[in-house]
Every structure is written in structure tokens, then in C-alpha cells.
């Protein structure tokens, strides 16, 4: 297993002065190639990068089972993935959100009729930070957990798209139906993390920070339920209320 976090010297100042130890969340610079195109760099944490690779290539709609990937190989800083088909494959030059690559399909509609209870949200982001191993040491990545069919998945990552791409590919590998799912994440909804839920049909995302005007657009528009400022027993729900029993 990579490791998460390093030790580093620092001076912490109170009302003394002292020369103590800290730990920090370590981030990597890493080269995504996709059947030898070059994709995308990307910062993240160097952990869970099959889960990664899986869970981006699907939330943005390159793969749309594991079976499309015929292998992937961790040389170094790179990351090479090998495709059952062969042609090559290339990120598009115009971006309308960092996350979201293929702007030109159209949105994806999420017509889920999962259901989940007021009292499992609340449940979610509680076990959710019980399980922040290295957020709680450093309070340097951020988490998402994959929610359903009695599975309480959790990945971590530096990079809060990273966090919930690493999610849906370790939920790919479980074989996770993602209809009858939800997401319980730190960080904001801006709408590039809306869309990767979307393409992949999970349709709830629940998070304790804020959302964007933009990411309740593409929420309202795919069929999304987003749920924010969880937090001291309340939260909002700003889309899609009907999957929430209250």
C-alpha cells in the first residue's frame, strides 16, 4: 500500500513557540495515457489508482464496463491503460468544467426510483468520517463513499474529483448496481462532480459543503438529488426532494 502521508518539521506558534513534527498529505503528479495517447495529468494521492483509472474512464464516459479495459500498468509518474479496442484515444481541447470532457453528448438522465431515508444521510456522513483515516491525520484529502446494497465503500484522495472517481471505480469492481446507490462526499457540488455521477446513473450525491448554481443546473437537469450542508442534525436538499423519506 502507497503511503498517504509524510512526516515533515514545522513551527507551531500558540502562545509558545515550539519545533515540532507534522504529517502531510502527500500529492503526485501523475501521466494518464490511454492505448498511448496521453489523456490527462492529474494531481492525486497515490493510492486506490486502479480504482481511479476505472472510475474516470466511466464517469466520463470512455469505457462503459470493466470489460472495455484490457489492462493498466503503474510505471512511475504514468499511468498506461490498454483499451480492448484500438484506437486511440483523445482528450478534448475545450473544457466547459474541468471534470466534464465530452461536452459535446448530451447530459445523461438519471431515472432512478432508489429511496433512502433521512436518518441513513445523516448515518452516512458519520460512518463517513469515522472512516477518514487520512483526512483525520493530515485534514489534507478529502473522502467519498459509495452507499448500497449493504456496502459502505470509502476512497480518499488529495483531489475531490479523484476522491469520487476512485469511489465509482472500486464500486465498479464490486459490481455495485450505482441505480440503487448514493455518494456521501466531502468537498462542494460544483457540476463537472454532478455530471460524473449522471454518466454513471447514481442518483443521489450527499456533502456537508456548499453547492454552485451551475451544479444545481445539471443536477435539476439530470434527475439528480443533491444534498448539502449536512451538518449538527440538518441538511439541504436543493433537487429531486422525492428521494429523501423525511
Known amino acids: 500500500m502507497n503511503k498517504m502521508y509524510k512526516k515533515v518539521n514545522i513551527v507551531k506558534v500558540n502562545q509558545d513557540v515550539q519545533h515540532t513534527d507534522d504529517v502531510v498529505a502527500i500529492d503526485t503528479k501523475m501521466k494518464l495515457f490511454v492505448n498511448g495517447s496521453k489523456l490527462g495529468e492529474f494531481y492525486l494521492s497515490p493510492r ?23 489492462n493498466i500498468t503503474v510505471n512511475d509518474l504514468n499511468i498506461e491503460v490498454e483499451l480492448i479496442t484500438d484506437q486511440p484515444v483523445e482528450r478534448d481541447n475545450l473544457a466547459c468544467y474541468d471534470g466534464w470532457i465530452h461536452q459535446d453528448q448530451e447530459l445523461v438522465k438519471v431515472n432512478s426510483d432508489f429511496k433512502v431515508e433521512r436518518s441513513q444521510v445523516m448515518d452516512s456522513f458519520d460512518l ?119
Open 128 to 246: 463517513l468520517i469515522q472512516k477518514a483515516e487520512v483526512w483525520s491525520k493530515t485534514g489534507g484529502t478529502h473522502v467519498a463513499a459509495l452507499v448500497g446494497e449493504g456496502k459502505f465503500i470509502v476512497r480518499e484522495d488529495v483531489s475531490r474529483h479523484v476522491a469520487v472517481d476512485k469511489v465509482i471505480g472500486a464500486g465498479l469492481m464490486a459490481e455495485i448496481d450505482f441505480s440503487q446507490s448514493f455518494i456521501v462526499c466531502s468537498g462542494r457540488i460544483p457540476p463537472d462532480r454532478v455530471v460524473k455521477l449522471a454518466n454513471v446513473g447514481i442518483p443521489i450525491m450527499v456533502t456537508k459543503a456548499a453547492p454552485t448554481i451551475e451544479g444545481l443546473k445539471i443536477g435539476e437537469n439530470a434527475g439528480i438529488t443533491l444534498i448539502g450542508f449536512l451538518r449538527n442534525g440538518r441538511f439541504n436538499i436543493y433537487t429531486h426532494p422525492h428521494r429523501i423519506i423525511l
Open 48 to 70: 486506490d489508482l486502479e480504482d481511479f483509472v476505472l472510475g474516470y474512464l466511466l464517469d466520463e464516459r470512455y469505457i462503459e464496463t470493466r470489460e472495455d479495459v484490457k
